[in-house]
């Protein structure tokens, strides 16, 4: 499977093209993980290039069933010994920054799969809201929503770990909604 297909259902579907918005959001948030991390010794922080194949496939389908979040975190209890591989890995935090060709059913269809498999905290981003809605498999669909103003925790996923909110979104509100056409 292509790194630019991800699969939905057994359909392929063409990923949108990254706004500058959406990439600096996956950057900043990629990037204070990664500095908390620094020394710690308590897992790996990657982006969207990562598979993680753990989703249930129908019977007799040989595909590999597969997952990128824009940003996940693998906990060392369950990172695989060997980096260089596609396994079958459930990430302990799934980052998902919502994007203009998003629909709700779909955000929420991941969602429910992360929580299936045993992820423990997904983080939904949503850039034109400027806030960031927080899942835990115990609340199912029903988000914690932490506004402009407020914090993520890291919970017992990353302990001590505390991003503003205010440092995702570290550049102007865009008042049209819309991208920009190519």
Not at 59 to 78: C, H, M, T, W, Y
Not at 95 to 107: C, G, H, K, L, M
């Amino acid at each position: 499977m292509s790194a630019e297909l991800e699969l939905y259902e057994q359909e392929l579907e063409q990923p949108f093209r990254s706004t500058l918005e959406h990439s600096a959001i996956i950057s900043n948030i990629n990037r204070e993980i990664g500095l908390f991390l620094k020394g710690k010794n308590l897992g790996r922080v990657f982006e969207s290039s990562a598979e993680f194949r753990f989703m249930n496939k129908p019977e007799g389908d040989k595909r590999a069933l597969a997952r990128q979040p824009n940003i996940s975190f693998v906990s060392n209890a369950r990172l695989p010994k060997r980096l260089r591989s596609y396994p079958n890995v459930v990430p302990d935090l799934a980052v998902e920054v919502e994007s203009p060709s998003d629909f709700a059913y779909q955000i929420d269809a991941k969602i429910q799969e992360y929580q299936k498999a045993g992820v423990r905290i997904v983080w939904l981003v949503r850039p034109y809201s400027r806030r960031v809605d927080v899942y835990h498999p115990a609340s199912g669909l029903i988000p914690i929503p932490v506004g402009i103003d407020g914090e993520l925790s890291g919970e017992e996923v990353l302990p001590n770990f505390i991003l503003s909110v205010k440092e995702i979104f570290d550049f102007p509100a865009d008042s049209n909604p819309e991208p920009d056409k190519f």
